[in-house]
């Protein structure tokens, strides 16, 4: 199957840092990439929603100018979390659709980031 | 919030039994699938099923669809200690933007 791959798998920064995190599709060409917040022992929360070349579309009560993504290319997404504090601390998965997210059966996902912030 | 509930939150049972976990879901639905969540990592995609089927099997795994309840239920047979996981279901919430909608999870422990 498509292969997703997220950089740093963990991070610990300090209160008031920035930290990027890298989502990857490896061997496609993602349109369409989506990510997610999971607090411990939690499911996981859709983030936005971003698409190649446009900007992210957020869901409701996430900080746009907080949590910054970047489609810059069909095979990468970053997301920026700035400003980071304590409460931000979660895991962070991306996924990534090749068909522009119609086919979401067709959704892979990265492994996960781990954010703690100090 | 659309998410839906599963049920049981926790279950532990033996190496070789059985076990059973259900969904349930806010919206209409075009699909619904079922991830698995080893501890700290990514999701593995196990199964989807599509509205208008009411049953589907893979290997060791069964899954059941009711759309008149909102309801979905993964049974796992012969379970393994290797089947030691959280597992979610999530569905479309009816759109198709790819956006899916996470139920709580359910964490099963298999003990060997």
């Known amino acids: 199957g498509a292969v997703v791959s997220q950089h740093p798998s963990w991070v610990i920064c300090k209160s008031g840092t920035s930290v990027k995190i890298e989502c990857r599709s490896l061997d496609f060409q993602a349109t369409t990439m989506f990510w997610y917040r999971q607090f411990p022992k939690q499911s996981l929360m859709l983030m936005a929603t971003s698409n190649e070349g446009s900007k992210a579309t957020y869901e409701q009560g996430v900080e746009k100018d907080k949590f910054l993504i970047n489609h810059a290319s069909l095979t990468l997404s970053t997301l920026t979390v700035t400003s980071a504090h304590p409460e931000d601390s979660s895991f962070y998965i991306c996924?990534?659709?090749?068909?522009?997210?119609?086919?979401?059966?067709?959704?892979?996902f990265g492994p996960g980031t781990r954010l703690t912030v100090l | 919030s659309q998410q839906g509930e599963e049920d049981p939150q926790a279950l532990s049972i033996q190496e070789g039994e059985n076990a059973t976990m259900n969904c349930s879901y806010k919206?209409?639905?075009?699909?619904l699938q079922w991830y698995r969540q080893n501890s700290g990592r990514g999701l593995v995609h196990l199964i989807l099923i599509r509205s208008n089927e009411r049953e589907k099997h893979s290997g060791r795994l069964r899954v059941t669809l009711d759309t008149s309840k909102k309801s979905s239920s993964l049974l796992i047979t012969a379970s393994r200690a290797a089947d030691t996981a959280s597992y979610f279901c999530a569905t479309d919430g009816f759109s198709n933007t790819g956006k899916l909608i996470f139920g709580q999870g359910t964490t099963l422990q298999v003990k060997p």
């Open positions: 919206t209409s639905i075009n699909n």
């Open positions: 996924s990534a659709s090749p068909s522009g997210g119609y086919r979401w059966d067709e959704q892979f």
